[in-house]
């Protein structure tokens, strides 16, 4: 299940690997498409029935959402005892920009904060590190220069994406302990234990 499913770009990978995958998509205009795709959506999770998804994934969304601690209460209610959950979001506050308040971000995470939101609802965590550590070091020069959300254009995202992301991925295998641009959280909602 795609927890926060946009136009649906990583479902789409997904569902073209043999996957099936159901959406969580508020926005009505987004969910329409995801629906005219074919994709079983859902405008929010509690219309899911409790223990019935073997795996969630939520890629930049909970920086989002204001309420996390809820929402990642009613995620874990949703998840089969066993089932696991993928979070990625933005990392470090001392990251934030005028980008983050243009497109509605309350917070970036950290490995502390992203073990302490799913710890607390009782997931057990398989890993949890940092992506994109030269992302870390672009974002940091552009937030140190203080430039506007506005100097961030196509092109720019797209020579990063081509030219310094591949080689990026290969450092987090060094770096992704201390830092990076984004974090993520593998965890599973424990087994019930029979009495």
């Not at 073997?54 to 995620?75: K, P």
């Not at 070091?137 to 140190?144: D, G, M």
Request: aromatic share 12%; hydrophobic share 45%.
């Amino acid at each position: 299940m795609d927890f926060g499913a946009g136009i649906g770009t990583f479902s789409k990978r997904l569902r073209m690997a043999g996957y099936q995958v159901k959406c969580i998509e508020p926005d009505l205009v987004q969910r329409e498409r995801l629906e005219e795709q074919g994709f079983d959506t859902f405008a929010n999770i509690t219309s899911v029935p409790d223990n019935s998804v073997s795996f969630i994934f939520s890629l930049n969304v909970f920086e989002h959402i204001e309420h996390d601690t809820i929402a990642i209460r009613e995620v874990h209610q949703k998840l089969k005892p066993g089932g696991a959950l993928l979070i990625y979001v933005p990392a470090f506050e001392c990251l934030r920009t005028s980008l983050d308040e243009k497109v509605c971000h309350y917070r970036r995470y950290t490995k502390t904060t992203l073990r302490r939101l799913v710890e607390q609802e009782g997931f057990a965590i398989e890993h949890v590190r940092y992506a994109d550590c030269l992302g870390f070091i672009a974002a940091l020069v552009f937030r140190l220069f203080n430039r506007s959300a506005s100097t961030v254009t196509a092109t720019a995202i797209s020579v990063y994406d081509r030219w310094l992301f591949p080689p990026s991925r290969v450092l987090d295998k060094l770096f992704g302990r201390w830092f990076g641009k984004n974090v993520y959280v593998l965890c599973k909602r424990l087994l019930l234990l029979a009495l």
